[in-house]
């Protein structure tokens, strides 16, 4: 069972920034597209940003600009560089691993943008 765990998360200013960081327990980078998502509280969670091993990314357009999704693929790392945070950001940002009707979920991390 592959486990994913996100750090990185916090409170923060409108306007400031944070990175967002998933470790996985193994290399399924080869396979696997990996996300990262976000639910605020009574929405659905939603994409924000995901990428393959061969470097194609999708963003959602609130992300667009301003986060920036990475792969680290020697550490089984993905990332997720947040800048010109609003307050419309704050969510639970999950890690999201699928391939092939498989999926994989990290526990969340908060992300709060207040001032």
């Known amino acids: 069972q592959v486990q994913l765990v996100e750090s990185g998360g916090g409170l923060v200013q409108p306007g400031g920034s944070l990175r967002l960081s998933c470790v996985a327990s193994?290399?399924?980078?080869?396979?696997?597209?990996m996300g990262w998502y976000r639910q605020a509280p009574g929405k659905q969670r939603e994409l924000v940003a995901s990428i393959r091993i061969s470097g194609s990314t999708n963003y959602a357009t609130f992300a667009k600009a301003r986060f920036t999704i990475s792969l680290d693929n020697a550490n089984n790392a993905v990332y997720l560089q947040m800048n010109d945070l609003k307050v419309d950001d704050t969510a639970v940002y999950y890690c999201?691993?699928?391939?092939?009707?498989?999926?994989?979920w990290g526990q969340g991390t908060q992300v709060t943008v207040s001032s």
């Open positions: 193994e290399n399924i980078f080869t396979q696997y597209r």
């Open positions: 999201g691993a699928d391939y092939d009707h498989k999926e994989y």
